[in-house]
């Protein structure tokens, strides 16, 4: 194996223990066949895919098997977008001062990343700007061989700037790979950043995907994230509230069948006072496919008039999948409102015989259900367009075995092929 | 002609007996009312009916154009031609009203063998259906029962009666929650769906519904039986004098 995939597989045994890290067991997924990126893999062309989103304009830059391919550009509002290594060299005063300080200095999968990372992007987005169209970051592997991957992204957004980001992670090939990524996003007073993130993988892939947010007084973050595939992912979250009166939303939706596995460990730091959060997490699990949700948030003793609110959802489609649900609120003063809770469940019965009343029959009307149970999570995105492709892509990882457009009740707005239709959770079974 | 025939039917939520013998006669053409007190089994009675598996039948038949239909899935009553208002319309997020009828109406063409109506057939029917409950295009739009007052959740269940054309329709309590406007839109809808062929079966608690929509027999169903059989002035003896007298004449029957 290679040393530095060996020195990473390390890490898991030590943290066994360890509350936020104890799921993180990636033996399936680090296999002998990985081997670090080189300039040979270098792809003559970057394919659309899911990431694609009709009657949509965003600015994207892409970042292909570790390296940023997008030249450096600086747009017309001032925003500044360019590789984190070419950043480091040619703007340190930006990067060095926010450089891993988004996130606990105890992470040790953020410390490896720190010191073997092979690039990433870097945003900068001044003071007083609301940035005009999205940005997306496209992070695509297909090398045709083995990778393991460190990409790092840092994100700046400036005081009372509004930015939007969309944040797809895709693999083209069927070659195993396995990413330890990081974007920190670091969010002024009174900035706004809505982030979005799609994760379509293949079943060899593995993703320790970190997302580390630290946001100023006043400012807010939006955040939806959404696993349709993907061998064994983990997104791990963590949000630092700064200052008061800070407004956070943390979503996730997975949808996973076989012997996928998806994590969710989200944890939100309330440090000021007046501050909100809101979480809600929601997955449907099929065939062996299993699932984490680990929540913990902090409310320390200064955090006086917090809300915060955590909620985990889930749906089995079989007596194999298997999910552990873990939400905890941790507080220190109070003066809050805060509640959690979880659920692991079927479909409501009710809600099916009003459905099947009117003479559609049990495995329509589950489709119906387990869609609906999806929206609440899609109906916290605010980009229509965006929204109504990622709801597109639920809906045909919904419909089952059914392979006729015209029978099925979903009625997406793009017909059922494609690679984006390989695999298929089938409500039949439930 | 007689479409449905109910025969001593006993049904049961858990070890608790709700209907306890109930017999019901209903003729196509015909428009029945059943009233009673609350918890005394009207709405277990719509619920077995169109075949809510929260309720299990001990004893009795439900005969309907001639089958019994106690063994039939949900659905294929439906596509037979039963439809129910629900008293709690269920919400379904993500799912718009149009692609919901759309589904229903094209899932029971196929039971009866016809070929599923085009997006301009079906466009064209719904618009027509609309206006059977005033209903405006932006409510046609959302998600099924989401967001919607009390009085959108009734008309829209009548509005899914009127694209779904049923012969026996059963509408339990849906004039709970309306005001005195939506009442009347619900009733004049209901009213415009009546014809010779099919019936209805409204359970209510008020006459006030029935001002509107006019019984041709009111049934009084209580302590899980039909106690009483009357023509409409029934049903305006019951709002004056309430349910005492019935409770009163059961007794007395049972005296001798």
Redesign the interface.
């Known amino acids: 194996m290679n040393p530095i995939v060996q020195q990473f597989k390390d890490i898991q045994p030590r943290l066994h223990k360890d509350e936020v890290w104890k799921n993180v067991d990636y033996t399936d997924t680090l296999g002998e066949d990985l081997a670090l990126p080189g300039t040979a893999d270098a792809c003559a062309e970057v394919s659309p895919h899911c990431c694609n989103i009709p009657g949509f304009e965003a600015d994207r830059m892409v970042i292909e098997n570790g390296c940023c391919r997008s030249p450096r550009r600086t747009d017309s509002q001032g925003v500044l977008t360019l590789g984190l290594r070419e950043a480091l060299r040619d703007f340190p005063q930006l990067v060095l001062p926010r450089f891993g300080t988004a996130a606990r200095a105890d992470n040790p999968y953020l410390q490896f990343n720190n010191s073997h990372y092979t690039d990433g992007l870097f945003i900068h987005v001044p003071d007083g700007v609301e940035v005009a169209k999205p940005l997306q970051l496209q992070s695509v592997v297909h090398a045709g061989r083995g990778l393991f991957l460190q990409i790092h992204n840092i994100v700046v957004v400036g005081k009372g700037s509004r930015v939007t980001l969309i944040h797809c992670d895709d693999t083209y090939d069927n070659a195993p790979s396995f990413s330890n990524n990081v974007t920190e996003i670091h969010a002024a007073e009174g900035a706004a950043v809505e982030y979005y993130k799609l994760q379509n993988l293949h079943n060899a892939a593995g993703l320790l995907n970190h997302t580390y947010a630290a946001i100023d007084e006043g400012a807010s973050f939006r955040s939806v994230a959404v696993t349709l595939n993907g061998g064994h992912i983990r997104n791990h979250t963590e949000v630092a509230l700064r200052g008061p009166r800070c407004d956070v939303q943390a979503h996730g939706l997975y949808l996973i069948d076989q012997d996928q596995q998806a994590d969710n460990y989200i944890f939100v730091d309330h440090a000021s006072p007046g501050c909100r959060s809101r979480e809600l997490f929601k997955g449907i699990l099929d065939d062996s496919a299993r699932g984490t949700f680990n929540g913990h948030v902090l409310v320390r003793e200064g955090a006086v008039k917090t809300e915060a609110y955590q909620s985990n959802k889930n749906i089995l489609l079989t007596d194999k999948a298997h999910v552990e649900t873990k939400p905890f609120l941790e507080i220190y003063n109070d003066d809050v409102k805060c509640s959690h809770g979880s659920t692991i469940g079927q479909l409501?019965?009710?809600?099916l015989?009003?459905?099947?009343?009117?003479?559609?029959?049990?495995r329509?009307?589950k489709t119906?259900?387990l869609?609906?149970f999806?929206?609440?999570v899609?109906?916290e995105i605010a980009l229509d367009p965006l929204r109504e492709r990622l709801?597109d892509l639920v809906k045909k990882r919904l419909h089952g075995e059914q392979t006729l457009c015209?029978e099925c009740?979903?009625?997406c707005s793009t017909p059922c092929n494609g690679p984006e239709a390989a695999f298929y959770i089938d409500p039949a079974k439930l | 002609m007689t479409l449905l025939s109910i025969r001593n039917l006993h049904a049961s939520i858990g070890d608790k007996e709700i209907l306890k013998g109930v017999n019901l006669e209903i003729g196509r053409g015909e428009v029945h009312s059943i009233m009673g007190p609350n918890g005394n089994g009207k709405s277990t009675l719509a619920g077995v009916i169109?075949?809510?598996?929260?309720y299990t039948v001990t004893q009795g038949e439900v005969i309907y154009k001639s089958k019994n239909i106690l063994e039939m899935?949900?659905?294929v009553?439906?596509?037979e031609g039963i439809?129910?208002g629900?008293q709690y319309?269920?919400e379904?997020?993500?799912?718009s009203i149009t692609?919901?009828?759309?589904?229903?109406v094209n899932?029971?063409r196929k039971?009866r063998g016809l070929d599923?109506l085009s997006a301009p057939q079906f466009m064209r029917l719904m618009e027509e259906k609309k206006k059977v409950v005033e209903m405006t295009a932006s409510l046609a739009n959302r998600?099924v029962n989401e967001g919607f007052s009390g009085g959108e959740k009734k008309k829209n269940e009548i509005f899914?009666m009127a694209m779904?054309d049923p012969e026996l329709a059963i509408l339990d309590e849906t004039d709970s929650g309306l005001d005195i406007d939506a009442l009347r839109i619900v009733a004049t809808g209901v009213n415009k769906l009546r014809r010779p062929d099919n019936a209805t079966v409204v359970i209510t608690h008020y006459q006030r519904l029935l001002d509107y929509i006019v019984p041709d027999f009111v049934h009084v169903l209580y302590d899980g039986r039909i106690v009483k059989t009357g023509p409409k002035e029934l049903a305006l003896e019951l709002e004056t004098k309430g349910y005492d007298w019935i409770r009163e004449e059961l007794a007395l029957g049972r005296a001798h």
């Not at chain 1, 409501?348 to 809600?351: L, P, R, V």
Request: one cysteine or more; a negative charge; charged letters at 20%.
């Open positions: 409501d019965e009710q809600a015989f009003y459905i099947r009343s009117r003479g559609i029959s049990e329509t009307a119906l259900l869609y609906a999806c929206d609440e899609l109906h709801s015209a009740a979903l009625r | 169109a075949g809510n598996n929260k899935p949900v659905d009553r439906a596509a439809f129910l629900f319309p269920v379904i997020p993500g799912v692609n919901f009828m759309r589904t229903a899932e029971q039971y599923p998600s899914q779904l």
